[in-house]
């Protein structure tokens, strides 16, 4: 089992920034991939970035130059700063972990984070 709780959601306006966390608990030596993923009202889920237990980062073409995802093993934390933010990054952002454990693959889910960017 692998616990995931993400924080750093909050209100921004438009250029501004913020910058979000997940921490991860229980079984974390099973995670493999981490990746941050965001859902708009009437939109849906959709990834925004992710990282490789290796630190090899993708991020989509909306985000590209703007967001950062990072991640330290040692805190078994992953992070998304969001420089530069836009109107249309506002969502529901959630964290993501994928995991492989004797040979079985796990998908584990944070609450959700709001994140409102103001005009």
């Known amino acids: 089992q692998v616990q995931l709780v993400e924080s750093g959601g909050g209100l921004v306006q438009a250029g501004g920034s913020l910058r979000l966390s997940c921490a991860a608990s229980g079984n974390i030596f099973s995670i493999n991939t981490m990746g941050w993923y965001r859902q708009a009202p009437g939109k849906q889920r959709e990834l925004v970035a992710f990282?490789?237990?290796?630190?090899?980062?993708i991020y989509v073409d909306a985000v590209k130059g703007r967001f950062t995802i990072s991640r330290d093993n040692a805190k078994n934390t992953v992070y998304l700063q969001m420089d530069s933010l836009k109107p249309e990054d506002a969502a529901v952002y959630y964290c993501h972990a994928e995991s492989t454990f004797v040979a079985t693959r796990r998908d584990y889910w944070g609450q959700g984070t709001q994140v409102t960017v103001s005009s």
């Open positions: 990282i490789t237990s290796g630190g090899r980062a």
